[in-house]
């Protein structure tokens, strides 16, 4: 079964609109594990608009699953993943002040890099995932920066369903055939929804986890966060 890891950006950023403690993000993170879900993931920027550094340190304590920090790893970054220690790191190329991510990292150019910044991590026991796009040149390179895992940026994908066109899965999957034959494992993430997850998880060989936040939160205020989890949960089975 693929793991279902729920990104709670979007908690973070609805209690910060009123400056308060509601919804209680601590208590948000705590459910979700209990309604199921396998990890938790964060990904704070440098502005702090929705998660703050002060949230990956409380929720250490409360994340009993995975805990999967997701960011830029810019010299703030690295010192609180070393502070936190998260069961994973995934290391995502976000311009400073970018809505949303919107791109995977060249490992080419930037191999030598990102080979510094994981061996780093990987001293102290975490393990690391980078964030890609479905390009088996990409895919090459990230072998080479030494990573655990891939995570595949699954925009383009999810645009291509919505039109109707399964065969935007095509290079997904002939990343995740490079990948196994290379040894990485397979994460996958952003605009994931409950339209989407089964054919892609069905379609991805050896999909280890999903990173899923802005639909499932969404979703969540139709149907209620335990249903919605769980709902994704079957999909992955």
């Known amino acids: ?19 308060g403690n509601v919804p209680d993000l601590l208590k948000v993170a705590a459910d979700i594990q209990k309604f199921g879900a396998q990890g938790i993931t964060i990904h704070p920027r440098p502005d702090e608009r929705h998660i703050r550094y002060q949230d990956a340190r409380d929720l250490k304590a409360i994340v009993t699953t995975e ?10 970054f690295i010192d609180l993943v070393l502070e936190c220690k998260p069961d994973q790191v995934t290391l995502v190329p976000d311009a400073i002040g970018a809505i949303t991510s919107s791109a995977g990292w060249d490992t080419i150019k930037n191999q030598e890099y990102l080979t510094e910044v994981i061996q780093e991590f990987q001293r ?13 040149e990409i895919i090459e390179g990230a072998k080479k920066t030494g990573t655990d895992r891939i995570e595949l940026y699954t925009e383009a994908f999810a645009h291509q369903y919505s039109l109707g066109n399964e065969r935007g899965i095509d290079s997904y999957a002939e990343a995740a055939k490079l990948a196994n ?25 050896g999909l280890l986890e999903v990173s899923i936040g802005h639909a499932l939160i969404s979703e969540a205020l139709y149907l209620g966060l335990d249903n919605v989890v769980n709902m994704y949960l079957n999909k992955l089975k």
């Open 67 to 76: 805990y999967n920090i997701e960011g830029n790893p810019q010299h703030n």
């Open 1 to 19: 079964m693929t793991k279902l890891s729920v990104n709670i950006n979007k908690i973070a950023t609805l209690r910060n609109a009123r400056g």
């Open 181 to 205: 034959e290379l040894g990485l494992g397979i994460n996958a993430g952003h605009d994931l929804s409950l339209d989407n997850i089964k054919f892609f998880k069905e379609n991805i060989p």
């Open 124 to 136: 102290n026991g975490i393990r690391t995932s980078i964030f890609v796009d479905p390009v088996l």
